[in-house]
Nanobody, 115 residues
Framework: QVQLVESGGGLVQAGGSLRLSCAAS??????IGWYRQAPGKQRELVAS???????NYADSVKGRFTISRDNAKNTAYLQMNSLKAEDTAVYYCKMTRRFWGDDYWGQGTQVTVSS
C-alpha cells in the first residue's frame, strides 16, 4: 500500500524558514512535486524534481525555495526561505510511481506566514 506522510508545516513570521518533508512507503517514485493551495484558489505547482535531480520552480518561489530528495530514504523535502504572507497555503506532495505512472498525494500540511 502506497502512503505519503507530510510533516514540517507550521506558523512562521515573514522572512522566516520552514522545511517540509514527505516520506513515502510502499513503492518507489520517479517525479516528485510540491503543490500548494491557498483559500479560494486553485492548487498550483510550486516545485518538482526528477529521479536524476533535475528541478523546476514556479516563478513566485525561485531563489527562495529548494526541492530535494533522498532516494535511499524515499523522502522528499521542500526548504522554504524568505517566506512571505502570500506563501500561506496548504502544501501537498505528489509522487508519480515508477513504472506504473500513477500519482499519489500526501495529506497536506498547513503553512501560515504572518506579516
Amino acid at each position: 500500500q502506497v502512503q505519503l506522510v507530510e510533516s514540517g508545516g507550521g506558523l512562521v513570521q515573514a522572512g522566516g524558514s520552514l522545511r517540509l518533508s514527505c516520506a513515502a512507503s510502499g513503492s518507489t517514485f520517479s517525479i516528485i512535486g510540491w503543490y500548494r493551495q491557498a483559500p479560494g484558489k486553485q492548487r498550483e505547482l510550486v516545485a518538482s524534481i526528477t529521479e536524476n535531480g533535475r528541478s523546476n520552480y514556479a516563478d513566485s518561489v525561485k531563489g527562495r525555495f529548494t526541492i530535494s530528495r533522498d532516494n535511499a530514504k524515499n523522502t522528499a523535502y521542500l526548504q522554504m526561505n524568505s517566506l512571505k504572507a502570500e506563501d500561506t497555503a496548504v502544501y501537498y506532495c505528489k509522487m508519480t510511481r515508477r513504472f506504473w505512472g500513477d500519482d499519489y498525494w500526501g495529506q497536506g500540511t498547513q503553512v501560515t506566514v504572518s506579516s
